[in-house]
């Protein structure tokens, strides 16, 4: 691939890569720092793109339009949304979609995260960085490693009812505040992605406890399967 984005919303998913890349060439756009060098033999630009679906929409855009990146790999945290995901299990994403847009007041047959005018429900992520993401994390994760929908909104989701809601509206396997909108912004650029998030909490109450305990292990995780995936990336 000829350069690859990586995207984090926060220091803590991105600080592992930043400091193991080479060459680094830094620059400043939209408020945002990109790094883009060499990570493990391939070309990256990667960036904190800030908490929130417009802060990741944006940093997409930029990926595009400044450095032209011909792929983008969304790496972080995420709260579980299924039982048998645990803290620091990876998902790896075949989709993503809104959890926390809907227009159903007005469109009533509209279902949650449906846009109107929009001819997908929830964003696909591209087979081929799907099937080496999960290769890389199956070599580097000691935990479950699971494939399935990932479910965006603008709220930390920390309680059990709230939960249980995004579950019967989206059937995804985890819940975090970018992914969707990566996605979004990628596939109206046509550009491949894919979604690695690993589990820091479970998306209830227990939420308080677990996320800061185990915020940094599963960041960690998350990066070293993406580190592991631009190595595959500049070996394909």
């Known amino acids: 691939m000829e350069i690859l984005g990586i995207i984090g919303a926060m220091a803590v998913e991105v600080e592992a890569l930043k400091n193991k890349m080479k060459g680094l060439t830094v620059s400043e756009y939209a408020g945002m720092t990109f790094y883009e060098g060499n990570l493990s033999g391939q070309q990256a630009v990667v960036v904190e793109c800030g908490i929130g679906k417009v802060n990741s929409a944006l940093c997409v855009q930029v990926l595009c339009d400044r450095f032209g990146v011909k792929g983008i790999v969304n790496t972080g945290i995420a709260g579980s949304l299924c039982n048998d995901l645990d803290i620091g299990d990876l998902v790896i994403s075949t989709d993503a979609m809104y959890h926390d847009f809907t227009c159903q007041d007005l469109h009533p047959d509209y279902a949650v995260g449906q846009i109107p005018g929009f001819p997908v429900l929830s964003f696909p992520a591209?087979?081929?960085?799907?099937?080496?993401?999960?290769?890389?994390?199956?070599?580097?994760?000691?935990?479950?490693?699971?494939?399935?929908?990932?479910a965006s909104g603008d709220q930390f989701v920390g309680d059990r009812?709230?939960?249980?809601?995004?579950?019967?509206?989206?059937?995804?396997?985890?819940?975090?505040?970018?992914?969707?909108?990566?996605?979004?912004?990628?596939?109206?650029?046509?550009?491949?992605?894919?979604?690695?998030?690993?589990?820091?909490?479970?998306?209830?109450n227990s939420a308080e406890m677990d996320y800061p305990s185990f915020e940094a292990l599963a960041a960690a995780r998350c990066a070293a399967v993406t580190e592991k995936l631009a190595q595959i990336l500049a070996g394909a």
């Open 126 to 150: 591209d087979e081929g960085l799907q099937r080496l993401a999960c290769q890389a994390a199956r070599t580097v994760q000691e935990g479950a490693v699971q494939q399935g929908r990932i």
């Open 161 to 204: 009812v709230r939960k249980e809601k995004i579950v019967a509206d989206t059937g995804a396997l985890c819940t975090e505040m970018e992914g969707a909108a990566i996605a979004h912004a990628a596939w109206r650029n046509q550009v491949p992605f894919v979604i690695i998030r690993a589990i820091s909490d479970k998306a209830d």
